[in-house]
């Protein structure tokens, strides 16, 4: 079964505004975090990473939190953009296979 | 440099038929793999190699074979396609992190 889940399969965003996307996972022992954007007919877009012996970490507009004491992590995209419309998975990583969450699509509105 | 490149983008057969879905490489990379997304669904790992000459089966390995004879190529075989098997097909590869995902074969099994 799958050892990441997302909280919310839709998320609706004002443009401008900041966007939160959320993951559980189940899996203690996953060391290593990938959060991915897929548009549509396209394959997944690697975006941030973190590894478990971090908290936080940031890239352009994009920031990854890890929580491990209840297995969460979230993505939060700074100034949301029309560009940024796109269905965004989590995936957890364990002897080099992924596994991931079924994902939430994001509606960035004008 | 192309990075992962899927051949064909898509491809309609009939049960029974046998095909390959080919995946190369050009970023030197030792891992190679095969995922399966089906509407709704993340992506679910098929099979895997960690290099040239060893292969594994992942999560949802029946009804399809693999070969790694370099390191450049990861071709997916179907024997005897079935409905079961529509789906869009996604290759990936990686050094150690960040994986680098091929656009992907829509597949369709009638």
């Known amino acids: 079964g799958e050892s990441v889940g997302l909280h919310l399969p839709t998320l609706s965003v004002q443009e401008g505004d900041n966007s939160i996307i959320n993951c559980a996972y189940s899996?203690?022992?996953?060391?290593?975090f990938i959060w991915y954007k897929q548009e549509s007919g396209k394959g997944p877009q690697f975006i941030i990473d973190i590894r478990s012996n971090m908290d936080k970490r940031q890239g352009q507009r994009v920031t990854v939190l890890l929580n491990k004491t209840v297995k969460h992590l979230s993505l939060q995209i700074a100034a949301t953009q029309p560009g940024d419309s796109a269905v965004y998975f989590c995936?957890?990583?364990?002897?080099?296979?992924?596994?991931f969450g079924a994902g939430t699509t994001v509606t960035v509105r004008a | 440099n192309a990075g992962v490149t899927q051949t064909p983008k898509f491809q309609v057969l009939k049960t029974g038929q046998s095909m390959t879905l080919q995946c190369a490489q050009d970023?030197?990379?030792?891992?190679m793999s095969w995922y399966r997304q089906d509407p709704g669904m993340g992506l679910r790992l098929i099979h895997y190699s960690v290099g040239a000459g060893i292969t594994d089966q992942g999560e949802v390995p029946n009804g399809y074979n693999v070969s790694r004879s370099t390191t450049e190529d990861f071709p997916l075989r179907l024997l005897s396609a079935a409905p079961s098997q529509t789906s869009v097909y996604f290759c990936a590869t990686t050094k150690g992190d960040g994986y680098t995902f091929g656009s992907g074969t829509r597949l369709t099994v009638v």
């Open positions: 995936a957890d990583v364990n002897d080099y296979k992924l596994s």
């Open positions: 970023m030197n990379h030792e891992y």
């Open positions: 899996n203690s022992a996953s060391d290593y």
